[in-house]
Every structure is written in structure tokens, then in C-alpha cells.
């Protein structure tokens, strides 16, 4: 992050995700990371039907959805560590 801010780019994760057993702890291992970065993250794929701990694809009945979601709410009440606004600088 700290190399990010000194060259002003800014930083977004995406399309990350997981399969197997350990999916939802996978998921949510990330998102801690990702909100504790204070860092915007957009996970790969919510899609109907998901398709449980085969791939990284999920649905809203599955528990990876739920860990997203939980996510999700915490990164609303953090603030940014950059400014994604056009024309706006850090």
C-alpha cells in the first residue's frame, strides 16, 4: 500500500476468490486483509447458480456469499486509504 501512495496509484483488488472446503475462511482471510488495507476489493463471481466449493463462483444461499456480504458492510465504514474521485489526489 505504502508503495502505492508514494507513486499515486491507486489500488483496487479483484477477481480474487476461492474453491475446496475452505472457501468461505479463504474468502473472508482476504477481505480481513483487504479492509484492514482500508483498499476497495470486488470479489469473483457472484452467479446464479453458484456452485458450491467446486469453483470460485458463488451464490446468495451459500455461505461464501455470507462472508462477502459481512465484508461488505465493514468496507462501508471504513474510510479509504486513497480517493477513487475524478480529479482528486491523495
Known sequence: MQHALESDKLMLFEEFGASGESKAQTLKDH????????????????????????????????????????????????DGSQSFGVGCSQ
Not at 37 to 43: D, G, H, K, N, T
Not at 57 to 73: K, S
Open 31 to 78: 477481505i480481513d486483509v483487504f479492509n484492514d488495507l482500508r483498499v476497495p476489493w470486488m470479489p469473483w463471481q457472484i452467479s446464479k447458480p453458484g456452485n458450491g466449493a467446486n469453483d470460485f463462483e458463488f451464490w446468495t444461499d451459500e455461505e461464501a456469499y455470507e462472508v462477502v456480504r459481512q465484508g461488505a458492510l465493514v468496507a462501508g465504514e471504513n
